[in-house]
């Protein structure tokens, strides 16, 4: 098969970084803190109030999100160590489905998808900035909580809109606080755990009823929210070296690394704090984190520590429309999607364009309600990205068996069957609203490809017979 050609990255951002950046070390960092941010301080009343009348029953549905999120981990990790240029999933499609006809067409939807759920997902961490602010002062007006994500976002994009240097080390010093955080609710956590607030499972928990599933499938989507972000290093794939190693050893060992700090962080509160005090979940959520920290050291330290979830909240904001904003320009310079979103600032030569519409969209969506997030943006992401990525794979170990793989996912190919049974679980037990409107996402971004391709007279309009695919 032709290679996919590599997006630009502008030239003041790769000034003086001859080399790339992102070691085993950078590239895991990179990866867990995306995976954390803000996540599992703002979703475990959520999750706790998923199964039933609520309980610790519902962390079944975070372990069976794990067990999607591992064979998923091996597509990536083989698609990212083949395919080592940045963009992840839109060169994976391209090169899988064919970059002259049906491969050019999924690249665009997954890039007019994209457009939407990564400002969901930096949406999230507004919303956690937003409680945890109100934990700090709590008489603060409506008004003032309303213009949080305002206040937040222009922040964001002020310190966003200039060169960015030295990116590898502003992740490390992300993760190290967020690290720092994950440590705090640990240590605090570890010495008052009982048993018995873990056993506290309500009547009838585990009967399995429709309602279990259906509950089960929720506390699944809000597992698979937290563990996005395990595939971020794939994205600017450009500035790791030997990414043939470190990509799939990046992804695999945030991945088992996350899911032991998710243990510890989801015992050590429940351990501590009755999931009762905290279920049904309100909206905004709860600062559940904060309401450990004054429960075990008082008033004085929780605010300090509420101060480090703020912190590690605003890093996961700028990590995330940081990396997406880079998306829809390098599939633009790839010719993939719209031209406009290929220019950069004539200064600072960064993809301001796409950076404003990214920004802008997230902070408009942080005003819908946190399971209205995750639902939206689970339901956007699985046909397209999760899905489509499964099916190049497979259509590329077919077609294309000379390929370089310096890694090869194990036992193939059954870790990738099993990825796809999660997702597709994940897509029918998704609210019918959702669904429909991923659907109609979609079906307009399937017309919009057309009438770009019409205006650009490239296939399907184009004028005689198109290349193959190869």
Not at 64 to 78: N, Q
Not at 98 to 119: D, E, H, K, N, T
Not at 378 to 383: D, K
Not at 409 to 437: D, E, R, S
């Amino acid at each position: 098969m032709s290679p996919v050609p590599a997006p630009q990255t502008p030239a003041s951002e790769t000034e003086g970084a001859k080399a790339p950046r992102f070691g085993l070390f950078q590239a895991t960092a990179l990866n867990m803190a995306n995976m954390i941010g803000v996540g599992p301080f703002i979703t475990i009343p959520a999750l706790m109030s998923c199964v039933g009348e609520g309980g610790p029953q519902a962390m079944i549905g975070w372990f069976i999100a794990l067990m999607i999120t591992i064979p998923d981990g091996l597509v990536w990790s083989e698609l990212g160590a083949a395919m080592p240029g940045s963009g992840g999933t839109y060169r994976y499609l391209r090169e899988g489905f064919g970059p002259s006809r049906w491969g050019g067409f999924m690249a665009f939807l997954f890039i007019w998808q994209f457009i939407l759920s990564g400002p969901l997902e930096v949406a999230t961490a507004f919303a956690g900035i937003r409680q945890y602010l109100v934990f700090l002062w709590p008489e603060m007006s409506p008004a003032m909580r309303n213009a949080i994500p305002v206040l937040v976002g222009i922040v964001a994009i002020f310190l966003l809109y200039r060169r960015i240097s030295h990116v590898a080390w502003i992740t490390v010093a992300l993760w190290t606080g967020v690290m720092i955080t994950v440590g705090a609710v640990l240590i605090s956590g570890v010495p008052h755990f009982h048993i018995n607030r873990v056993k506290d499972f309500p009547p009838g928990a585990f009967t399995l009823s429709p309602e279990f599933f259906i509950g089960l499938a929720a506390a699944t989507r809000i597992g698979i929210y937290d563990y996005l972000g395990y595939y971020n290093v794939c994205y600017i794939a450009h500035e790791v070296r030997d990414p043939g190693r470190v990509i799939p050893r990046s992804i695999l060992i945030s991945i088992v690394l996350v899911a032991m700090i998710y243990v510890g962080i989801n015992l050590a509160i429940i351990g501590t704090i009755s999931w009762r005090e905290f279920v049904p979940a309100t909206d905004p959520p709860a600062p559940i984190a904060s309401w450990l920290i004054e429960r075990v050291h008082g008033k004085t330290a929780a605010s300090w520590f509420t101060w480090l979830v703020i912190w590690t909240a605003f890093g996961s904001i700028f990590a995330l429309i940081l990396g997406y904003s880079r998306i829809p320009y390098a599939a633009a310079q790839d010719g993939t999607f719209f031209k406009w979103f290929g220019g950069l600032h004539p200064e600072g030569g960064f993809p301001h364009r796409s950076l404003l519409v990214l920004g802008g969209i997230s902070v408009v969506c942080a005003y819908l309600p946190l399971m209205a997030l995750i639902d939206a943006l689970i339901t956007t992401r699985v046909v397209v990205q999760f899905m489509g990525q499964i099916v190049a794979l497979v259509l590329l170990r077919r077609m294309a068996p000379q390929m370089k793989r310096p890694f090869r996912m194990w036992l193939y190919p059954w870790p990738a069957g099993l990825a796809l049974l999660g997702w597709t679980y994940i897509l029918v037990t998704t609210k019918p609203q959702w669904l429909v409107g991923g659907l109609i996402a979609l079906v307009v971004g399937a017309l919009a490809f057309l009438l770009r391709a019409s205006v650009r007279k490239e296939w399907p309009f184009a004028v005689g017979e198109a290349p193959p695919n190869s």
